[in-house]
């Protein structure tokens, strides 16, 4: 796939896939890498053994797991390149394109459950049972032992903020400026979310309005958020941070956390929206904008609202073409770039790659087009889990058609210190996102004012 101008130098390495030796740039994700050089089935899938390719780029499907350095199950979207790394594709036989299993999926079309198949029959039954177990779970087992962890790290400060997106970075900007003491936690390399990683449109912000993190704040990257817990010295949030000798356990305690997780990518119901070449949204922006790679030469897309017109200007900007726009619930704004239609989305032609795209026009007939790749942008789900497990309470919303975080309009939850802002809210734009952190922020440090924990 074609590879765009990095604005930063980097490094030409070489990684090896399965005894091919693949060019890539350090810096590179491992997916990246290999959507790079035209590697686009990653592994398959563990009951039907359909092909598998990234999704998301964001960690949160299963789509781009592999072997890396005999580790398996490895997140290739989250894994760096380094000199030598080899990777290995999963749960396939004798290979990910020549999988014998792939049969599976024809000889059963209309599903398979190995739970009651031959049940009851003598014999039949034993052998089903031994030959589920031998190919049931995903990967093989590591080469080696995991190394010895590090030595966790405790942290303590008056507000912890989960997340260095639009609303984060919102809240830690106003935090600094009222003087309150903070920590951001990121799972990124570099922090800004949407704003850094998605397609941008006029009415965002500008990154560069949350560039600062003064003294009164603390950022730390490429650090997961694995829970939120109570012991006997209070509340803390549990993350993993990728160091240099290896991953370290961070316990934060705070008394005030804001969580700014935004949102899942959102899946839209089509035949063979499974196979590699569709992606989310925001996948296809992360892919061009943090990676410097163009996964594919011509896009169809479909999904609703503003993101879907905006990552459209940013494929064609960079030198793809963009076949056609199916917008599932609204009709397309007057100065909607190429072709643009309300309609539903039928179908991704292909086996192991995207061919082609169905698709029917409101009150119009069948029609398809061919493409190189899908992009599925629609409404993103609220990531509601960290707050719910610190006791937000979570409600249907119908607007959103989607699950969110009950808050007031200041951010406060049911949960015992938490605070919400952004998308757990449900979808909003990056402006709308960074206005809820601020509120909520300011609303923070009204209570630690009141307490005397704001320094």
């Known amino acids: 796939m074609p590879r765009l101008p990095h604005p930063a130098p980097s490094r030409e390495i070489a990684i090896e896939l399965e005894g091919q030796t693949i060019p890539c740039r350090e810096g590179d994700s491992v997916a990246s890498a290999l959507i790079a050089a035209g590697e686009h089935v990653f592994a398959r899938s563990v009951k039907y053994h359909r092909p598998r390719g990234p999704w998301c780029m964001t960690g949160e499907c299963s789509h781009c797991l592999m072997r890396v350095d005999g580790l398996p199950n490895v997140f290739t ?7 030598g790394m080899r990777i290995e594709r999963q749960n396939a036989f ?30 039949a039954e034993q052998v089903m049972a031994k030959v589920a177990r031998h190919l049931a779970g ?14 966790h790290e405790t942290l303590e400060v ?38 850094r990683y998605g397609a941008v449109g006029p009415k965002d912000p500008p990154l560069s309005a949350f560039a600062q993190v003064s003294s009164f704040g603390a950022l730390r990257l490429c650090t997961t958020i694995i829970g939120l817990y109570d012991d006997e010295r209070g509340r803390y949030l549990a993350a993993v941070e990728e160091t240099a000798d290896g991953p370290r356990l961070l316990k934060v305690y705070a008394q005030r956390f804001l969580i700014a997780t935004g949102g899942h990518p959102t899946m839209w119901p089509f035949v063979n929206n499974d196979i590699p070449g569709v992606y989310s949204a925001r996948a296809i922006a992360t ?28 494929i064609v900007a960079h030198g793809a073409a963009v076949e056609v726009i199916v917008d599932v619930a609204a009709d397309p704004p007057e100065d909607a770039p190429h072709r643009s239609l309300r309609g539903e989305a039928l179908k991704a032609h292909g086996r192991t790659g995207v061919r082609g795209f169905s698709f029917r026009p409101l009150n119009g007939r069948n029609e398809r087009v061919d493409c190189d790749a899908v992009g ?40 015992p210190g938490i605070s919400v802002a952004g998308d757990v809210l449900g979808q909003m734009t990056a402006a709308q996102a960074a206005d809820s952190g601020a509120r909520a922020a300011r609303a923070i440090a009204r209570v630690l004012g009141a307490v005397g924990g704001a320094r």
């Open 77 to 83: 979207c989250r894994t760096r390149v380094r000199p």
């Open 158 to 195: 008056p507000v912890a903020i989960a997340g260095a997106g639009p609303a984060g970075l919102a809240a830690a900007r106003e935090l600094s400026n009222l003087g309150v003491r903070f920590l951001v936690l990121e799972r990124e390399t570099e922090p800004g979310g949407r704003l």
């Open 287 to 314: 892919l061009i904008r943090r990676d410097g790679v163009l996964p594919a030469r011509s896009f169809a897309l479909v999904g609703t609202g503003p993101e879907l017109y905006d990552l459209s200007r940013l």
């Open 376 to 415: 599925v942008c629609v409404p993103a789900s609220p990531a509601f889990e960290l707050a719910s497990q610190g006791g937000a309470e979570v409600e249907l919303s119908e607007a959103h058609q989607t699950f969110r975080v009950r808050a007031d309009e200041d951010g406060f939850t049911a949960g």
């Open 138 to 151: 995903l990967g093989l087992l590591p080469e080696k032992e995991a190394p010895p962890r590090l030595p």
């Open 94 to 123: 004798p290979s990910a394109e020549h999988d014998v299993f792939r049969a599976i999926d024809f000889l059963f079309p209309k599903g398979l459950d190995h739970h009651e198949m031959f049940a009851g029959v003598p014999v």
